[in-house]
């Protein structure tokens, strides 16, 4: 159990404030752990690759899709508020299904930031990718015939593996799914070791995750959404006291990229960390009362924002998406991309806000290439669509985070803050 006086003295320096005035901020206690991006949705020669956004958008319809499965198993139907719904199960288009005479430019996926953990002991070593959008750990077994090169993890070599009962199963859109079964054992990310971890070990790998340069997921969500309905390892490590801090954080670049377990590199940003309490007990980082501008002008407002580093496109709601991109002068929807596009040389100035500072997205990072190399029409990385998180969610993904260093603290099993500041 969280201790109460821990948790009763967080939550009001947090509420005395929303930005940097609590102990969290004067210690650079944690533990750093390098993590580096493989892949991109935009060719080397700057053209955008539509298959990998394809995919990345199926994929990620789907990651949502089943944590909210997990959040109604785990809460009860009364969980999905906000107007969430579960929806069917997206597919890949049949286009875009594996094709025995076309080989796609790149098999990577733009939404992993990956590091190093390992598990066992003796200790198992993985490369696996952090995401803030999901709750469970999972990499592939021994036993997994389907796992291409990937490492496999194998219980019976560790000293502190424990089989549980259950069963995994994740679903994707090209008919394929990850599945296996859930074991405990000693998890050490960055130094940072917590025993009795729940994980998934893998069986079956989808054609999804075959060729994935991480090994398997991390999940940094909260317990709601997980679906072995155990504590995710952050929250592992609070109960076990393995970190000093109830504290992660992110930087997100092109290189120095970290996440820094149990604190906040006070290296890595200058001024104060705005800090915003979750608005929502569903499991998510999800933060309230956001707004968008572009070029200084007001473009949406008064809407609920989820932070997930498991992404790189930023998706609203289609109705959203239509009124931002419609404050982007020379932008169209582009009917074959199903995404939205703007002149490569008058890329807008977009900001986010929760009602404190403007947080200003990078030209670079909101432009996804060229749509035909010379065209001058590039493709915008916010887009419209229906993911079953609410009326008025976005999902925030690297787009964003790549601007910011980003603090994810926690001060309950539902509750927490995220913080913004600017990058060093």
């Known amino acids: 159990m969280f201790c109460k006086t821990t948790l009763l003295t967080i939550a009001l320096a947090l509420l005395a404030s929303q930005s940097v005035s609590h102990a969290l901020h004067h210690a650079n206690t944690g533990v750093r752990v390098p993590i580096s991006k493989r892949g991109t949705l935009t060719n080397s020669d700057g053209t955008f690759n539509h298959d990998k956004a394809v995919r990345e958008i199926v994929k990620l319809k789907n990651k949502h899709r089943q944590n909210l499965i997990n959040l109604q198993k785990n809460r009860g139907s009364q969980a999905l508020t906000n107007g969430a719904v579960i929806k069917p199960l997206a597919t890949v288009p049949g286009a875009f299904q594996k094709r025995d005479s076309v080989a796609l430019t790149d098999q990577d996926d733009d939404s992993l930031w990956t590091g190093d953990i390992t598990i066992g002991i003796p200790p198992q070593s993985f490369t696996i990718n952090f995401d803030t959008g999901s709750s469970d750990l999972w990499v592939p077994s021994s036993s997994c015939s389907s796992c291409g090169d990937h ?112 604190g906040i590199n006070e290296e890595l940003y200058t001024g104060r960390i705005e800090f915003h309490n979750l608005s929502s007990a ?50 169209k929807y ?35 290439g060229e749509i035909e190399e010379g065209s001058g029409t590039c493709v915008g990385a916010i887009a419209g669509g229906d993911l079953g998180l609410g009326d008025d969610v976005w999902l925030i993904g690297d787009t964003f985070m790549k601007n910011t260093y980003t603090v994810f603290s926690v001060y309950g099993e539902a509750a927490g803050a995220v913080g913004f500041a600017e990058l060093a």
């Open 151 to 262: 490492a496999k993890y194998d219980p019976r070599k560790s000293s502190t593996s424990s089989r549980k009962i259950g069963w995994f199963e994740i679903s994707y859109g090209d008919g394929s799914s990850v599945s296996g079964s859930p074991y405990t054992d000693t998890v050490t990310v960055g130094g940072v070791g917590v025993h009795g971890q729940y994980l998934a070990a893998v069986s079956k790998e989808s054609d999804e995750f075959a060729t994935d340069p991480s090994d398997g997921i991390f999940g940094l969500g909260f317990r709601a959404i997980s679906q072995l309905g155990h504590n995710p390892y952050f929250f592992t490590a609070i109960e076990e006291g393995a970190v000093s801090q109830n504290v992660f954080s992110f930087k997100l670049s092109k290189t120095g990229s970290e996440l820094f377990i149990g």
């Open 282 to 331: 569903r499991g998510f980082w999800q933060i309230g009362g956001a707004s968008v501008s572009v070029n200084g002008n007001p473009a949406g407002s008064a809407f609920e924002t989820i932070i997930d580093s498991g992404t790189t496109i930023i998706i609203a709601p289609e109705h959203a998406a239509k009124e931002f991109w419609s404050h982007v002068s020379g932008s």
């Open 334 to 368: 582009e009917e074959q991309q199903e995404l939205y596009s703007f002149p490569c040389n008058s890329a807008p100035e977009v900001a986010f806000s929760w009602g404190g500072k403007s947080w200003t997205i990078r030209p670079d990072d909101l432009n996804l």
